[in-house]
């Protein structure tokens, strides 16, 4: 580096334009930092509307399998193990949110568990009675 170089260098860093522009980056950063924490808490807000859209979609498969049961509609044992795991996934947001409405779905829930816990037991015996 030559001396008019340093000479410079060494004006600038002593200058008010040193510390405008020390100033500016400090304040990019800051406004940067903000932003970042502003995305973060708008992600996490859709993680929380994507569970309750979930929750409450579980809920209608829920109400909706219990009424095809009351009505007399036959399922196969895999629909019914998917009903079974929108009633364990909804109770479980249900227990981590006590502030969401659950009383829509306990008569459903258990009514469907009863009527999957009779089919697997007839299947059982049906097979076993075939062997």
């Not at 932003?35 to 993680?47: A, C, E, W």
């Not at 569970?51 to 009505?71: G, Y």
């Not at 969401?100 to 009779?118: D, Q, Y």
């Amino acid at each position: 580096m030559t001396e008019s170089t340093l000479t410079l260098i060494v004006a600038i860093i002593g200058s008010n334009a040193f510390f405008g522009f020390l100033t500016f980056i400090i304040q990019f950063l800051v406004t940067r930092s903000d932003m970042k924490q502003n995305i973060v808490k708008r992600i996490d807000s859709l993680d929380d509307k994507t569970d309750k859209n979930k929750a409450e979609l579980c809920r209608t498969h829920i109400l909706r399998f219990a009424d095809d049961l009351r009505n007399g509609i036959h399922h196969s044992e895999e629909y019914f193990r998917q009903q079974i795991i929108d009633c364990d996934t909804y109770d479980h947001y249900c227990e981590n949110h006590p502030d969401f409405s659950n009383g829509l779905t306990i008569v459903a829930s258990r009514f469907i568990r009863s009527e999957f816990e009779k089919l697997y037991t007839q299947e059982r015996k049906k097979e076993n009675e075939t062997t």
